[in-house]
């Protein structure tokens, strides 16, 4: 029997060393749990939130993981993101990963929903990700190569992949604004694929975080109960598939949208 070296690594297959990492809304919920994941797996990680405190206290207690940075800013404007663009150049020649995370949700009954309101959260969840995606395709570019592509992750919702009806919520942009996500992931990874970047969207289900709190307070048996393995999302279930997608083991994955919900979608 003739045996086959093995050319897989598996030592090497999910890390992060010596990479460069932009998360977006990195302060809490999904944002920090992906940032706790990636400074165990070896990068630098940037943070950006639009609150400055919230920001630093979060870089700060992340910091003994490794390099965690605090970048506040508002990426829902056009300045915000330029200031936003010109920092991390100051700091980093390349980009090696950039998570758009920052989102918003707002609901309302139909009849009622203000149009403000509407704009506010399209306004961050989806063309926010395209244009930082844009400002920063440069500094993706310089990291990028066949080998080893510089990834873009986008994280959507499994809102945006069935219609909502677990819970009342009237949450119609941010429904809207996932789905749009996920297509413009599609979308810019057949654009960016050629320059040596893979762009992914990640639709997580449930996760305990500030902007499912009240949510999980009223609904949490219900939204249990929808789903097959009847329980919410860990922590290291959400930094798992960010990982994954960022490393050399996700280096041909391109233009997915991945549920992590446990399957209610599914059901």
Not at 128 to 141: C, G, I, R, S, W
Not at 157 to 165: A, E, I, K, L, R
Not at 230 to 259: C, K, Q
Request: aromatic share 6%.
């Amino acid at each position: 029997m003739i045996r086959r070296m093995s050319t897989i690594d598996v030592s090497t297959l999910f890390s992060l060393d010596g990479k460069a990492a932009l998360i977006t809304g990195g302060s809490r919920g999904i944002g920090r749990m992906i940032a706790e994941g990636y400074l165990q797996a070896g990068a630098r990680v940037y943070i950006s939130a639009r609150k400055r405190e919230a920001c630093d206290r979060t870089a700060a207690e992340l910091s003994s993981m490794g390099t965690c940075v605090s970048l506040p800013g508002d990426v829902s404007t056009a300045e915000g993101r330029a200031a936003l663009v010109e920092e991390l150049g100051s700091r980093e020649s390349a980009l090696h990963i950039l998570v758009n995370n920052a989102g918003a949700n707002w609901a309302a009954p139909f009849g009622e929903f203000p149009e403000a309101g509407f704009r506010k959260v399209i306004d961050l969840n989806l063309n926010a990700v395209y244009f930082l995606t844009q400002d920063l395709a440069p500094m993706l570019e310089q990291a990028a190569s066949a080998e080893d592509p510089a990834r873009v992750i986008n994280v959507g919702s499994m809102d945006g992949v069935h219609v909502p009806t677990i819970i009342p919520a009237g949450t119609f942009a941010y429904s809207s604004s996932k789905a749009g996500v996920h297509h413009l992931s599609r979308c810019l990874a057949v654009e960016l694929g050629p320059r040596h970047i893979t762009v992914n969207a990640i639709a997580p289900g449930y996760f305990e975080s500030k902007m499912t709190a009240v949510v999980l307070k009223q609904y949490g048996d219900r939204i249990r109960q929808a789903c097959p393995l009847d329980r919410i999302g860990r922590p290291e279930e959400m930094a798992g598939i960010a990982i994954y997608l960022a490393s050399r083991a996700g280096a041909y994955t391109n233009g997915a949208v991945i549920p992590v919900d446990g399957g209610t979608c599914a059901n």
